[in-house]
């Protein structure tokens, strides 16, 4: 039987520790990595999310203002009503009072 140089047990050693190191490194690097994707995806859906709610506020106040202007309207609208009624209370009262020809002037406006 051969005796097994000295150098041996200090070579293998030597390589299993390399071999160890370059495995962690690989299993670090990977890591990095992958975290470096996450974190790339997760800004991508912040970003997507941030444009989404501009969009969101955008329409709110597009809508608010339409809104604004409708109510707007039928107040206008509910004023011309009242000054129409009104106007006809005055063309029945001259009805009922059996006035005569011509009946009295319609408002500027209706």
């Not at 501009?54 to 329409?59: S, V, Y």
């Amino acid at each position: 039987m051969t005796e097994t140089p000295m150098w041996v047990p200090v070579v293998l050693a030597s390589l299993s520790s390399t071999v160890i190191a370059a495995v962690i490194t690989a299993v670090v690097t990977w890591r990095l990595g992958v975290k470096g994707h996450e974190r790339e995806a997760r800004k991508v859906e912040l970003d997507a999310g941030d444009k989404f709610t501009g969009r969101l506020i955008e329409r709110v106040n597009a809508l608010e203002g339409r809104v604004d202007e409708l109510e707007e309207k039928r107040r206008k609208d509910a004023r011309l009503i009242r000054e129409q009624g009104d106007h006809i209370d005055v063309l029945e009262n001259h009805i009922w009072q059996k006035l005569p020809p011509p009946p009295p002037a319609r408002p500027t406006g209706l």
